[in-house]
């Protein structure tokens, strides 16, 4: 045991012991009635000054947790101290309005960014930024856990600004009738007035519900496995009558003759629709051609030089478009496209 006023360890903790006692316990012969008083008396003085060393252990370790929850205290207060001094702090909200929509851009779901969970300022600088809520990303299928509520929340918190909106999934074929997937449709349809640029993968019967709609404000779209009925491509493209800017994917054959190739002003596609390009007799307002590939083709460099670009070209009237292939990346996001622009 450790004396209290010097903090020396105290050796008379070896007066209660009983001498000999390995000795005594192997020994055959019984013990006087003296030795039984004596070993009596010992024993209760080891019981005492165990109860003690108890004692003082508790207080330890009392003691001992109470420094621990004070470290832990200091310890987060001077965190939060030092975050008063972070450079961020001083940066006006137009730049952390910038960074914020970097950060958007990875978003794949309806939750809430993380980034709204930091500070107040933060918090509130979110929530009175539309931009941060423009790009809604719609998945009709395979999404449970996407919900109707988050989905009006989103476009609530966009007010009236331009949406960029990702569809995917073919809702009649394979969405289950149990979940709320169609209402979310109507819901983003709904607001198809603000739609500025439109993606769409598996496109099956989407077409028919975007064609019953106006959307004037479309600019941009980029199509993924089109395969359906040229009928319903008809009537998509004829309700947005703006569009100019076109990304094309695993585009059918058949539908080709419904795009508004006229009023295409940049253009982008992958090897597998090059092939449509000589179906196209005129490209008068083409000003900008993309091509883009993934790792399993050629690259841009070895397509150009094949010639493969100048003869797709070939039977098309663009009169507005000179070639002239540069590297460039970023269009669509992670792909590796050569560009074609006027000089």
Known sequence: MVCRDCSQDDAGTTAHFIPDLDERLRSPNAFSTSDNAQITELIDRAGTELTACQTEIASLRSRIALLTRKHDMMKLHIEKARSLLAPVRKLPNEILVEIFMLLADARLSFDPPEFVKVCKRWYSLALSTPRLWSDSPIYIIRRDDQTLIQVKQWLRLSRMIPLHITLCGDIVSQMPSTNDHEQILQEVLAHSARWKSLRITQIGSLVSYLGANQLNALEHVQFSNADTSPALFSSFWSSCPNVHDLIVVAI??????????????????????????????????????????????????????????????????????????????????GARCCKSSVI
Request: charged share 15%; glycine share 4%.
């Open 252 to 333: 059918s054959s058949e539908v080709v003759n419904t795009f508004p190739w006229n009023q295409i002003k940049r253009l982008a596609v992958n090897q597998h629709s090059l092939r449509i390009l000589s179906q196209i007799q005129t490209l008068d307002g083409l000003e900008c051609l993309r091509f883009f590939y993934s790792k399993a083709l050629p690259s841009c460099q070895q397509t150009w030089e094949t010639g493969m670009c100048k003869s797709a070209l070939q039977p098309c009237v663009a009169p507005a478009l000179q070639l002239r292939p540069t590297l460039t990346s970023g269009y669509p996001k």
